[in-house]
């Protein structure tokens, strides 16, 4: 049995997880469980799996997990941790040997890097970890001879295409996007988008943050990032199209000509399920893909100029060094602006733009150095959106 | 640089694996080359590839050739060799690597057991060598370890797709078909359909009995019982779909419930590449494949009513033993009935279902019985088409 431990339990792919486990039963042990606030369910996921370990946002949150752990008679209480502090406990908790590393945003960062360094295969759902630290990451991982396991559905399909290929036969690696809930809207449209609209993704059911970032197309900017780090790629190797029906997951091409493309249906279980049984691939309780059912699949280039964080993001990683963490981060807050309906959808790329023209690139050589240019990039947009009570666009 | 040999270098292709061989300076070099009569085109590949020995149908072709040649101004004539004889001293000749098997028909069989017993790779573009005697032919390159490759474009994207995979861990073989030019076509006008309908094949450019094959659908029948040897599986793991847009060559399904497919251009020197060249891939000289171009893949289910030949095909491959080679041989006679105007297209399943139905099945143990069960099927549906000038059906 291996045991693992998940960074962001409570969020879509951390109960993904659970759910994977569950349904291989005696193959996996869930050593450790992080999450935030959300201690309901937290509790709920203790009872079922008895981790050694928690972490939980603070202090308040830890009183709460205590309270409903005794409400629901649970009286041999796991460890109590948190914070990053935590989260980090989590990530290098004893006899683990994978680390789901799915919480939102930058606070992945640390516990992922010290579970690397460890030795332990990280099954990395955070794209952000990647897109601000992949660098480090990456080097990380070779220092110590870590697998870092794409669980994101298009980059675990990339995976997928490369198993029987050499990287110097690879020729491209296409990411496919569903092209949200604003494939076909105008720009008028975009740009006045409301949250509610925002959050009604066509096809896959996620958190309300990588929602937004599918409905900017940022996600899929934020994953050619990620791609350069995981598959060891330049911008010009990396391509979007855009595949409403997100049945072909992603594809490779070969110098030869030849396209491998990965299949499935848009249920994350197949990607979790896979980095966690990887090399081997074991039987899946889902109802299997369809394609006669679906009988037609479609694809298109991107359009850069309704979605702008697309290029902003391919900008980023050709500025490189620490512009990547800027463009997260600046995105993040402006995702969170949008989400309090403090900003307009189309002031998204708008705010982003301006922080990534406002920061002064350093080399990304120390998580520091990158947790710098995240913070700074923070602060310019929360003071950039401050400013703004009184002006209507940036 | 490696030795090829080629049997059937003027088909479709032969012609195709010298172009490959034309944009691989040094990689390869043409040792011999097997035809039947058409000896302008050999004489001109003899006179730009320079084979040591070559293959003609008979004498007659054999004078026909050496005519060609002085006419060239070729003095240095290689040996020429004749019949099925000379096909096997192609096939074996001295110092070859690599052997492509692209003749037509049952012609192939010999030829290619004796290079799988010489232990040469095979790169199989011939279907009927597989389905006649495909459990012969995997035995014996299993006994000297010679390497069998596909090269029809189904199964050699097969190949691709299952490159990382292990076999235990595939769960389904999905063999993509164009659906041929009588896809939309009701059953009375494919029943009367003429040689010339027929021979308009949508996506692919091939010779006239493989093209009446795909307009009868027995080439994705022959597919299917061919993949059962390429790829150890059983009929009960092999599945067809219509894909009219012939992008995806095909996929394979793996039990985790991941599609691997290959994807390319109809091109069939791309097949012939990789089996030339594998494990290794080099750079294509060919236009890539463009997706956002074709913006539309369709997939259907076959309908095994208007094209019973695909319902004969699994039937044969259920029944095994010599059941397959029967079929076979009854579509071979057929499809040059009706090439000849001797018959209807409807006429081709109906002969191929009564052959099948008065054979008596034997073990395909021994080349010997598979060859006579091949025999007994010419000579029966010939006997049936001749009887068949009083009568309007079978």
Redesign the interface.
């Known amino acids: 049995m291996k045991e693992i431990s998940i960074l962001g339990s409570t969020g879509s792919i951390g109960c993904n997880t659970l759910k994977v486990v569950e349904a291989f039963k005696g193959e996996f042990g869930v050593a450790a469980l992080g999450a935030g606030s959300n201690t309901e369910l937290l509790a709920e996921q203790v009872e079922a799996h008895r981790p050694r370990l928690v972490s939980v946002s603070d202090d308040e949150s830890r009183e709460k997990l205590i309270f409903e752990l005794k409400q629901r008679g649970i009286l041999n209480l796991p460890l109590i941790s948190t914070g990053v502090e935590g989260l980090t406990e989590v990530a290098t908790c004893d006899r683990v040997e994978i680390v789901i590393g799915a919480v939102v945003g930058a606070l992945g960062l640390l516990p992922t890097y010290h579970a690397l360094e460890m030795g332990r295969r990280v099954a990395l759902a955070n794209k952000e970890t990647m897109v601000i630290a992949g660098e480090l990451m990456t080097r990380a991982a070779e220092r110590s001879g870590a697998e870092l396991l794409p669980v994101d559905s298009e980059h675990n399909a990339l995976h997928?295409?490369?198993?029987?290929?050499?990287r110097e036969?690879i020729k491209r690696l296409?990411l496919t996007a569903s092209g949200g809930p604003f494939r076909n809207a105008d720009k008028q449209t975009i740009e006045n988008a409301t949250p509610a609209q925002a959050l009604k993704h066509p096809t896959w059911r996620m958190g309300a943050k990588i929602t937004i970032d599918s409905a900017t197309m940022m996600n899929k900017g934020l994953e050619v990032i990620e791609a350069q780090w995981f598959f060891n790629c330049s911008a010009d190797e990396i391509d979007v199209?855009v595949h409403p029906q997100s049945v072909?997951h992603s594809?490779v091409?070969?110098?030869?000509?030849?396209?491998?493309?990965?299949?499935?249906?848009t249920d994350m279980r197949?990607a979790i399920?896979?980095a966690l049984?990887y090399p081997?691939?074991?039987?899946?309780q889902?109802p299997?893909?369809d394609?006669?059912a679906?009988?037609?699949?479609?694809?298109?280039?991107p359009d850069t100029d309704r979605f702008p964080c697309l290029r902003l993001a391919y900008q980023a990683l050709r500025r490189g060094g620490t512009m990547p963490a800027v463009l997260n981060a600046a995105n993040e807050v402006a995702v969170a602006a949008f989400l309090d309906e403090k900003i307009r959808f189309g002031d998204i790329p708008r705010l982003i733009e301006a922080a990534c023209d406002a920061h002064q690139i350093s080399p990304a050589n120390s998580l520091e150095t990158v947790l710098n240019a995240d913070r700074w990039a923070r602060d310019w947009v929360t003071q950039k959106i401050a400013n703004q009570t009184t002006a209507v666009t940036v």
């Open positions: 997928q295409c490369m198993r029987g290929e050499k036969e296409v199209l072909v594809m091409e070969l110098i030869d000509g030849s396209i491998i493309a990965q299949m499935g249906v197949h399920q896979y049984t081997a691939r074991l039987p899946s889902l299997p893909l394609l006669t679906l009988s037609k699949l479609e694809f298109f280039a």
